[in-house]
């Protein structure tokens, strides 16, 4: 005899709710000195339903042109009844890019150049900040971009997890359990306030379960999924990195993978590096990031990454209406062109300088060409932003087909590789 048959279920002494998991840390076990615990919460089971036949559907001939099309909300990242994942680590600002997002969202305008397919509605639910936070970095944007009440309307929905906790699925000795009624209370709710784009901020806090638990993520993944199907909308989750990761991709989703395969997208955000912010020219790296939709693990170059700079907006709310909190706004941000000013004249200088000698192509060389050129067009090739912007104009050009590399001998009979203008015999 068991324990639970020395002491049956009596749902009038063990009202039902969660039992804690007996492979969690910390876990309590629910009897002590033979008898069951006060604090302890007993579980009642349903039995397992009779299994309903399953049955094969025939496909039905359809006239592609009246297939639906994918509803794409915002850009190629949100996506009615499909998830997408952003993945970061933290402090990068991914908080302050998802509040930016949704009010471009509410007010349909392009503030992060991106052009909502309409006025839509957002509700955004960060379980881990209070609820003033929230606000604060709502309306920093707001007054960054100029926007007013009118432009929000009634299309956006801001709730907070210490007030209003959202955990859809549950661990217990018997494994991971899909919390039923906070599932449908939520899609209810989406329905009847008619939410395009659910924000989830971060998954972590969602759910009770084990992150490395695979089986256990593709169940809680999955279920997101129905509740983006059944809502009608776009559910976005933003979810943190393992530990020092360099280059985040989607396999540095922390926990186990089967949360971003069960995403229709995965964006993996990015802080620009110290070496990038000498490549771009820029002083303060910490101010800049990158996103890119990583799903296929394709990551484009970093200078046709997404790229995005944290603007310092103060809310003016210090004493005597002083300047007060200073919050950081997410703006577009282009990675510098390396022609920029630069003229068909300037290269007509540049040229002139690689035929009067012999440039090499590797810019560790004596004989770097990157050093003919700085000195036509009177770069600074001394400091490591002027030697950067120099090794991106050579790169254009040759792409371009302006300069060609070719192989030729060196002073010590070596052959190496050389730079000539594309005309040069």
């Given at each position: 005899?068991n324990?639970?048959?020395?002491f049956?279920?009596?749902?009038s002494?063990?009202?039902?709710?969660?039992?804690?998991?007996p492979t969690?840390?910390?876990?309590?076990p629910?009897?002590?000195?033979?008898?069951?615990?006060?604090?302890?919460?007993?579980?009642?089971?349903e039995?397992?339903?009779e299994?309903?036949?399953i049955?094969?559907?025939?496909?039905?001939?359809?006239?592609?042109?009246?297939i639906?099309?994918?509803?794409?909300l915002?850009?190629?990242?949100l996506?009615?009844k499909f998830?997408t994942?952003?993945?970061?680590?933290?402090?990068?600002g991914?908080s302050?890019?998802?509040?930016?997002?949704?009010l471009?969202?509410?007010?349909?305008?392009?503030?992060?150049?991106?052009?909502?397919?309409?006025?839509?509605?957002?509700?955004?639910?960060?379980?881990?900040?209070?609820?003033?936070?929230?606000?604060?970095?709502i309306?920093a944007?707001?007054?960054?971009y100029g926007?007013?009440?009118?432009?929000?309307?009634?299309?956006?929905?801001v709730?907070?997890?210490?007030?209003?906790?959202?955990?859809?699925?549950?661990?217990?000795?018997?494994?991971?359990?899909?919390?039923?009624?906070v599932?449908?209370?939520?899609?209810?709710?989406?329905?009847?306030r008619?939410?395009?784009?659910?924000?989830i901020?971060?998954?972590?806090?969602?759910?009770?379960?084990?992150e490395?638990d695979?089986?256990?993520?593709?169940?809680?993944?999955?279920?997101?999924?129905?509740?983006?199907?059944?809502?009608?909308?776009?559910?976005?989750?933003?979810?943190?990195t393992?530990k020092?990761?360099?280059?985040?991709?989607?396999?540095?989703?922390?926990?186990?993978?089967?949360?971003?395969?069960?995403?229709?997208?995965?964006?993996?955000?990015?802080?620009?590096s110290?070496?990038?912010?000498?490549?771009?020219?820029?002083?303060?790296?910490?101010?800049?990031?990158?996103?890119v939709?990583?799903k296929?693990?394709?990551?484009?170059?970093?200078?046709?990454?997404?790229?995005f700079?944290?603007?310092?907006?103060?809310?003016?709310n210090?004493?005597?209406?002083?300047?007060?909190?200073?919050?950081?706004v997410?703006?577009?941000?282009?990675w510098?062109d390396?022609?920029?000013?630069?003229?068909?004249?300037?290269?007509?200088k540049?040229?002139?300088?690689?035929?009067?000698?012999?440039?090499?192509?590797?810019s560790?060389?004596?004989?770097?060409?990157?050093?003919?050129?700085?000195e036509a067009?009177?770069?600074?090739?001394?400091?490591?932003?002027?030697?950067?912007?120099v090794?991106?104009?050579?790169?254009?050009?040759?792409?371009?087909?302006?300069?060609?590399?070719?192989?030729?001998?060196?002073?010590?009979?070596?052959t190496?590789?050389?730079?000539?203008?594309?005309d040069?015999?």
């Amino acid at each position: 005899m068991n324990k639970h048959d020395e002491f049956p279920l009596d749902e009038s002494i063990y009202p039902l709710g969660p039992r804690p998991s007996p492979t969690l840390p910390n876990c309590q076990p629910e009897f002590e000195n033979d008898e069951p615990r006060a604090d302890y919460t007993l579980v009642a089971y349903e039995p397992a339903a009779e299994a309903q036949p399953i049955h094969a559907t025939p496909y039905k001939w359809k006239d592609p042109a009246k297939i639906a099309r994918r509803e794409w909300l915002y850009g190629h990242l949100l996506i009615r009844k499909f998830v997408t994942a952003t993945v970061s680590p933290g402090g990068v600002g991914k908080s302050s890019l998802i509040a930016a997002e949704a009010l471009a969202a509410v007010s349909g305008k392009p503030l992060l150049d991106v052009v909502p397919v309409r006025r839509l509605t957002v509700w955004l639910w960060n379980l881990e900040d209070p609820q003033e936070e929230t606000e604060r970095k709502i309306q920093a944007v707001a007054l960054h971009y100029g926007l007013t009440p009118s432009d929000i309307s009634d299309r956006l929905f801001v709730d907070s997890g210490r007030d209003q906790p959202l955990v859809m699925a549950t661990a217990t000795r018997n494994g991971t359990t899909i919390a039923r009624p906070v599932v449908d209370s939520l899609v209810a709710e989406i329905i009847n306030r008619g939410v395009d784009i659910l924000n989830i901020d971060p998954f972590v806090s969602c759910h009770e379960a084990s992150e490395n638990d695979n089986t256990a993520m593709d169940m809680i993944a999955k279920e997101w999924g129905r509740v983006a199907d059944r809502g009608n909308c776009a559910v976005h989750l933003v979810h943190h990195t393992r530990k020092g990761e360099q280059e985040v991709n989607t396999e540095s989703a922390r926990g186990g993978k089967a949360l971003t395969d069960a995403c229709r997208v995965v964006r993996a955000v990015n802080r620009m590096s110290k070496e990038e912010a000498v490549r771009a020219g820029v002083e303060n790296h910490r101010l800049y990031f990158r996103t890119v939709n990583d799903k296929a693990n394709l990551a484009p170059p970093v200078d046709q990454s997404d790229w995005f700079r944290l603007e310092s907006v103060h809310l003016g709310n210090g004493p005597l209406n002083g300047p007060g909190d200073s919050i950081g706004v997410v703006t577009a941000w282009k990675w510098p062109d390396p022609l920029s000013g630069v003229t068909g004249a300037d290269f007509d200088k540049a040229a002139a300088a690689i035929r009067a000698g012999k440039w090499r192509e590797n810019s560790q060389a004596k004989d770097w060409v990157g050093k003919a050129i700085a000195e036509a067009l009177d770069l600074p090739i001394e400091t490591k932003a002027g030697k950067a912007k120099v090794a991106a104009m050579i790169k254009v050009w040759l792409a371009a087909g302006s300069l060609v590399k070719v192989e030729d001998i060196d002073e010590k009979r070596m052959t190496k590789m050389f730079v000539q203008v594309a005309d040069q015999p």
